[in-house]
């Protein structure tokens, strides 16, 4: 689990937990493994608006409608590649990213299918580590923008 994120939820008090699992490298794989049902895996999709990188937060089971999500940010929305955003997030493997924008500097979008969850569970910065807590406390302390953005697979 990256210190930086660790830090904030001791500091705030946040009950969480941190869960291990093998090697995984897809949101699907990752629910699979840990038994949750994709609905509650939350994964960060990256992607640009007129060059200024966005952290959205969807459901493993849903993708991001680009459409729809230039028609709420307004300007083109294109998906980043890992090589835009692969240094912004000290300590993460690159796919391994918290859905926590805020603690690098990133607007973070999430889509209104997770706020449904009571708890989710998302990678802790690795791809063997997750961390399950309740969606109420991640809002509080992400405050992201929310929106239905995220169209089923």
């Known amino acids: 689990m990256i210190k930086k994120l660790q830090e904030l939820l ?3 008090k946040i009950k969480y937990q941190v869960l291990t ?13 840990q038994h949750v049902p994709g609905r509650q895996l939350a994964k960060v999709v990256m992607v640009k608006r007129d060059g200024k990188l ?12 680009l459409t729809r999500l230039e028609q709420l940010l307004g300007g083109r929305i294109e998906l980043a590649t890992e090589e835009e955003f692969r240094g ?3 300590g993460c493997d690159v796919g ?10 990133l607007d973070v979008w999430v889509d209104l299918s997770l706020t449904k969850n009571d708890e989710i569970v998302f990678n802790a910065g690795n791809h063997w580590q ?17 929106a239905s953005f995220a169209e089923h697979m």
């Open 88 to 90: 912004l997030f000290p």
């Open 10 to 12: 001791d500091a705030k």
């Open 130 to 146: 997750t961390i399950r807590m309740r969606y109420e406390d991640y809002a509080r302390l992400v405050q992201p923008q929310i």
């Open 21 to 33: 699992h093998s090697t995984a490298y897809t949101a699907q794989e990752i629910a699979g493994l």
């Open 96 to 105: 391994g990213e918290p859905p926590f924008g805020n603690l690098f500097g």
């Open 54 to 65: 966005i952290m959205t937060v969807l459901p493993a089971t849903h993708r991001v409608n």
